[in-house]
T-cell receptor, first 111, second 115 residues
Framework: QKEVEQDPGPLSVPEGAIVSLNCTYS??????FMWYRQYSRKGPELLMY????GNKEDGRFTAQVDKSSKYISLFIRDSQPSDSATYLC???????????FGGGTRVLVKP | GAGVSQSPSNKVTEKGKDVELRCDPI?????LYWYRQSLGQGLEFLIY????????KSGLPSDRFSAERTGGSVSTLTIQRTQQEDSAVYLC?????????????FGPGTRLLVL
């Protein structure tokens, strides 16, 4: 079993809908949690970063971390076709350490 | 400013040949990471450099894989005697300094196909 599990999708939503993504993990040592977006044939780009439990909001994006349940979420409000991409969760045990990634969820926002 | 660059963009090689993949990090970034992304395994950590030293090599899958970094800048990942299972996208990331995990910037990757 992988340390970080993520539904591969694809997740198809109409434009303007809320996109809900999540990951579960097994190692309680993870403290830093990130969401990356990856377009086809491009490298991942950081969207959100959260330390420990709690919520963080940045524009249309909200990240949530529930360490007690070992569960993290990303919500995208007012989704746009340009949000169509693969979303990867990632986590780390210490700052500056290697990242452990989920397998990624492919999202398709239809106009 | 310029981001992380990697070369070549694509590489096709025959089984048993050696390949070298290059990463140019963002200028001034002291930390450099190599990851591998494949269909079956997702994105996996390979090795981490702080300056020219590699304190974490735990992700290298076999002794056919090695990496070096010179001058605290460019890094080369070498795969000897390539196998078909080495086919993947090899991604490089750099970070301003150790302890800033949230600022890992990724390059576009090198797509390696071993025939």
């Amino acid at each position: 079993q992988k340390e970080v599990e993520q539904d591969p999708g694809p997740l198809s939503v109409p434009e303007g809908a809320i996109v809900s993504l999540n990951c579960t993990y097994s190692n309680s040592a993870f403290q830093y949690f990130m969401w990356y977006r990856q377009y086809s044939r491009k490298g991942p780009e950081l969207l959100m970063y959260t330390y420990s439990s709690g919520n963080k909001e940045d524009g249309r994006f909200t990240a949530q971390v529930d360490k007690s349940s070992k569960y993290i979420s990303l919500f995208i409000r007012d989704s746009q076709p340009s949000d169509s991409a693969t979303y990867l969760c990632a986590m780390s045990k210490t700052a500056g350490n290697k990242l452990t990634f989920g397998g990624g969820t492919r999202v398709l926002v239809k106009p | 400013g310029a981001g992380v660059s990697q070369s070549p963009s694509n590489k096709v090689t025959e089984k048993g040949k050696d390949v070298e993949l290059r990463c140019d990090p963002i200028s001034g970034h002291t930390a450099l990471y190599w990851y591998r992304q494949s269909l079956g395994q997702g994105l996996e950590f390979l090795i981490y450099f702080q300056g020219n030293s590699a304190p974490d090599k735990s992700g290298l899958p076999s002794d056919r894989f090695s990496a070096e970094r010179t001058g605290g800048s460019v890094s080369t990942l070498t795969i000897q005697r390539t196998q078909q299972e080495d086919s993947a996208v090899y991604l490089c990331a750099s970070s301003l300094e150790q302890g800033r995990v949230e600022t890992q910037y990724f390059g576009p990757g090198t797509r390696l196909l071993v025939l």
